[in-house]
């Protein structure tokens, strides 16, 4: 090959970098080489097979424009699964794709129980359990009854049964036991009913991705994903970069095809997850999306007895007077994780002073966890529907193309509202009011500002809906 078509492939390369940046780069073009230039077509290579069909569905475009903006005699692009003997042998395909399927498609074994022993790959291995969270420790009440029953059926599901509600997605706040239930569903699902249980955070499974594409096991790693019965991934709303996000929308229709169960945590509705795709959020709605609401008081002195009795397991001489007990219940509102560092805290003074726990000594020991109430989480359905029921239009309405005087105050109101309600942004509103431009949004956001400074009753009406979305 010509030495002056390595010189535009690196500076094609360049291009490339530049516009995709360097995580999508590094992700799927780093190992891509140049074989030759042949009847205007660039002839390129990369190590798998899965990488040759991401590029070719993903980047086909965008590679031949970089080559054109380069050569512009170039017509074509054609990508080629290298062989690791012959390099230069692109257009034998046949024996390149026997060597790799010899590597990569090694089907999953079940009988071995550690996915990194199976692969080699610390990637493949799970993130860590606490033994404590199981469906033992955890407390049902009035705000996750469904999650729970929910999680419970998936976790005692049986290997070829039908799969009820896929994905389950659940959703809460901080604290109020997401993970808790995800890990119970694990725990319970890898003891006993031969089925194989994976449970991975988003970080995981991002770092588990990018690292195995990086070592040139991507294939490994979607296969070993493949052999999984149920896979549960939480903290899904810290699942970033392209990507990485498409390549999970792979997986979870690979796996929902396959009749796999697929669960979810997040701390917010799939509707919120402003940063994926329309198409992610669609299948992730359509399975079973429960929320748990907060701990109500009853809950968390249920949580807290058994806390205290789980530690008393270590500690007999450790004991909580019940009016202890219903103080912390009462007054360390916030969530679960704090009515864990609760109890922590008032046997770390026991076990420290010798001191038996009395009220006096709890009321300071947990006085910096007691915290104002927060903020209601508002939705943007709650505005619409609130907004549309004070001016007697329909949610429609505000959602629709109409621009009668009528539909237009309420929608640029509802619009406010938003704004000011959650952290939303412009363009994220714009979608969620029938896909209007943030352009639309900022213009309403402005025009009401103005007009509640002069107009007492329209600001009044705007706090009052205020207070009935936020009480
Ligand atoms: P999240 O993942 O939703 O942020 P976690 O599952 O980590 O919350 O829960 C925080 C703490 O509260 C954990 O110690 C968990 O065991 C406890 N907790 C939350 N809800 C419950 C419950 N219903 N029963 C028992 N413990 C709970
Ligand atoms: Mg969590």
Not at 43 to 65: E, G, N, Q
Not at 279 to 284: E, G, H, M, P
Not at 362 to 369: I, K, N
Request: with cysteine.
């Amino acid at each position: 090959m010509a030495s002056s078509d390595q010189e535009h492939w690196s500076r094609v390369k360049e291009r490339l970098h530049a516009e995709v940046g360097d995580d999508i780069f590094q992700s799927w073009f780093a190992r891509m080489d140049l074989e030759r230039i042949e009847n205007r077509t660039a002839w390129m290579s990369v190590p798998t097979r899965f990488l040759k069909s991401w590029i070719a569905s993903h980047y086909t475009d965008r590679v031949l424009a970089c080559w054109q903006a380069e050569v512009p005699e170039i017509l074509k692009i054609e990508v080629a699964v290298r062989s690791a003997v012959i390099k230069s042998a692109v257009p034998k395909a046949k024996p390149q794709e026997a060597v790799e399927i010899g590597r990569e498609t090694r089907p999953f074994r079940p009988e071995t129980t550690d996915l990194r022993a199976a692969y080699g790959h610390e990637a493949l291995g799970g993130s860590p359990l606490d033994l404590r969270l199981t469906f033992e420790t955890f407390v049902v009440g009035r705000s996750n009854t469904l999650a729970h029953a929910a999680a419970k059926q998936v976790a005692v599901a049986r290997r070829g049964e039908p799969v009820m509600f896929n994905p389950l997605y659940i959703h809460a706040g901080v604290g109020l036991g997401k993970t808790h239930l995800l890990q119970a569903i694990t725990w319970t699902g890898n003891n006993g009913n031969e089925r194989k249980v994976l449970y991975l955070t988003a970080e995981k499974f991002m770092y588990g991705f990018v690292s195995a594409l990086r070592t040139q096991t991507a294939l490994a790693f979607k296969e070993a994903l493949r052999g999984i019965d149920v896979l549960v991934i939480d903290d899904l709303q810290f699942l970033q970069g392209k990507s990485t996000q498409a390549e999970f929308c792979h997986t979870l229709n690979a796996l929902i095809d396959a009749g796999r169960q697929v669960v979810i945590a997040a701390d917010r509705a799939p509707t919120d997850l402003d940063s994926l795709d329309d198409r992610v959020r669609s299948r992730l709605a359509g399975g079973l999306v429960v929320e748990m609401g907060a701990l109500g008081e009853e809950l968390r002195l249920e949580i807290l007895k058994t806390r205290v009795a789980a530690a008393r397991h270590y500690h007999p001489s450790f004991d909580v007077p019940g009016p202890v007990l219903t103080y912390i219940a009462k007054a360390v509102t916030h969530n679960g994780r704090d009515l864990e560092g609760a109890v922590n805290r008032l046997l770390a003074h026991n076990k420290l002073t010798g001191q038996p726990v009395t009220l006096e000594m709890a009321e300071r020991e947990v006085r910096d966890l007691i915290r104002p109430q927060e903020p209601k989480r508002v939705k943007i359905e709650d505005i619409q529907r609130i907004v549309a029921r004070q001016y007697n239009v329909s949610r429609a309405d505000l959602l629709s193309s109409r621009r009668t005087a009528n539909v237009v105050r309420p929608r640029q109101v509802a619009m406010y509202l938003a704004k000011t309600l959650t952290l939303r942004s412009l363009p994220e509103i714009g979608r969620r009011f029938g896909g209007r431009d943030h352009t639309t949004v900022l213009h309403a956001v402005r025009k009401i500002e103005g007009l509640v400074s002069n107009d007492t009753m329209l600001a009044d009406e705007i706090e009052v809906l205020k207070r009935q979305l936020q009480e």
